[in-house]
Structure formats: structure tokens, C-alpha cells
């Protein structure tokens, strides 16, 4: 079964990102997410399926 976010509040992982001085780029090399796939979830919409934002979250907490 595959699960679609359609609308979250983005705010709590720009400001970690920010916190850590990571770039959208850095954040994409270190998860192997596509820059354009941070930038959809940094915006609050993003289609990728939980697995990618399960993937950005672990990233984040190991920094």
C-alpha cells in the first residue's frame, strides 16, 4: 500500500534544516532525494509516498 501526504505543515523541517546551516541541496545529496522532491516538502505539498519524508526526517536527526 503505498500512502500520498497531500498538505503538511512544512515549517518544523525548514527550521531544522536551517538550524543545521544544511542547504536544500545538502539535504537531497545526504537523503539520495531529488532537490525538486525537498523542495516539495519544504513548500507543504509533495506526492512522493511517506518513505521520502521518512528519509529526510532520519537524515535530520543524525545531524
Known amino acids: 500500500m503505498r500512502y ?3 498538505y503538511f ?3 518544523p523541517i525548514i527550521q531544522a534544516r536551517k538550524a543545521r546551516g544544511l ?4 539535504i537531497a545529496e545526504q537523503t539520495g ?3 525538486n522532491q525537498i ?8 506526492s512522493g509516498g511517506v518513505k521520502y519524508l521518512h ?3 532520519l537524515m535530520k536527526q543524525e545531524h
Open 55 to 57: 528519509r529526510y526526517f
Open 4 to 6: 500520498h501526504i497531500s
Open 33 to 35: 532525494l531529488s532537490r
Open 39 to 46: 523542495i516539495a516538502m519544504e513548500k507543504g505539498v509533495f
Open 23 to 26: 542547504t536544500q541541496r545538502d
Open 9 to 11: 505543515d512544512p515549517l
